[in-house]
């Protein structure tokens, strides 16, 4: 039998804020700032599930049922407050960890046919949460990811070769002005 790794995606909204219902408003707006404002968020979901191919229909899981599960769940939290309009954030804050941990639990609860293996959530284009459902005694144990953009110059040279031999393997990157990179 092969077992196969198959990802499906969905994009939805939604609106949350991090507060500390124990902590005074001061704290709350020092330790989260402008995230204590309410504000809404376009996640994109990423779903990965494995399983051994059927060899009738050749396929993992039926992704026409893997589509309406996932979307089924959604409907919970698409245009929606995650702290006002669901049950899930009342004791805990609906950060980008809490809220992929809370999406598995979901998940894995409908899911028939596959074993649900990885999930990412992206908050944004930079930040992305990625979770396989481990634990640590009672905690979640969660991969974050945050992607920082720098620009800088450089020039490929060596100077064992010839003015000649360095345009033969660096090409334009040898440029003696350099070029730059994001
Ligand atoms: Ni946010």
Redesign the pocket.
């Known amino acids: 039998m092969h077992t196969v790794r198959l990802t499906k995606r969905l994009e939805f909204s939604a609106a949350?804020?991090?507060c500390n219902p124990a902590w005074s408003e001061e704290r709350n707006r020092a330790v989260f700032g402008r995230?204590n404002n309410p504000?809404g968020?376009n996640y994109l979901l990423e779903v990965t599930v494995s399983g051994a191919i059927d060899p009738v229909t050749g396929m993992v899981i039926n992704l026409y049922d893997l589509k309406q599960v996932l979307e089924q769940m959604l409907v919970e939290f698409d245009h929606k407050s995650l702290n006002e309009d669901t049950p899930y954030f009342k004791d805990r804050i609906p950060t980008t960890e809490n809220f992929a941990v809370v999406l598995w639990d979901k998940i894995e609860e409908q899911l028939r046919g596959a074993r649900l293996v990885a999930l990412r959530l992206f908050?944004e284009e930079d930040l992305s949460v990625d979770y396989e459902g481990r634990r640590i005694g009672k905690s979640s144990e969660v991969y974050l990811t945050r992607r920082y953009r720098f620009a800088a110059a450089h020039r490929l040279h060596t100077d064992a070769l010839s003015e000649e031999e360095n345009y033969r393997v660096f090409g334009k990157c040898n440029n003696p002005n350099g070029h730059g990179h994001n």
């Open positions: 949350h804020r991090y995230h504000h968020h908050e």
